[in-house]
């Protein structure tokens, strides 16, 4: 209990400290190299660094789904796969006996699981990535400047002395 308390104590020590950081001028240039390290080391502490709390629970739970299928999967596998090497040894007491009749099915249900322990391997190494890439690319785009100098508006105009419309797209440039 004492060990649970003690990591509780650090993680919030460690992620206040993230949050407090300076104002974006005084932030060095390594900030999203940082980001993405702390993603790396530990899924979402990249989001943490970057003040975009939102994101953690997506990222845990992205990852999450896909450790909860690779599990599944893989004991479904050894399941299927345990009870056709006892009935090729002659046993007739797994836990298919009263439903799987054919040994083929045995082995059809094994490459259906094993496809997809595979594929949720790599879903979870997948959102491991992105979720590196997403603080990377986040605290990229922290510094980019978005303000009303530049936009792209649609607009409608109607002409009353032909009864025409025309749509077009207006773009605003200010220097």
Known sequence: MNKRLLT?????????????????????????????????????????YNKKLWKVPIVYTAIGISVYSYDFNRKKYFSYRNAYKRRKAGFKDD??????????????????HRRFKDLSMIFMVGFYFLNILDANIDAHLLDYNVNENLSLNPYFENDNLTNSTSIGVKLKLVL
Do not use: C, H, M, W
Not at 95 to 112: A, P, T, V
């Open 8 to 48: 509780f104590f650090f993680l919030a020590f460690f992620i206040k400290g993230f949050t407090q950081s300076g104002s974006f001028d005084n932030e060095s240039i390594l900030r999203p190299s940082k980001a993405a390290f702390y993603s790396a080391v530990l899924p979402g502490l990249g989001q943490v």
């Open 95 to 112: 836990e298919f006996q009263g439903l799987i009749i054919n040994d083929d099915r045995l082995l059809d249900g094994q490459d259906f």
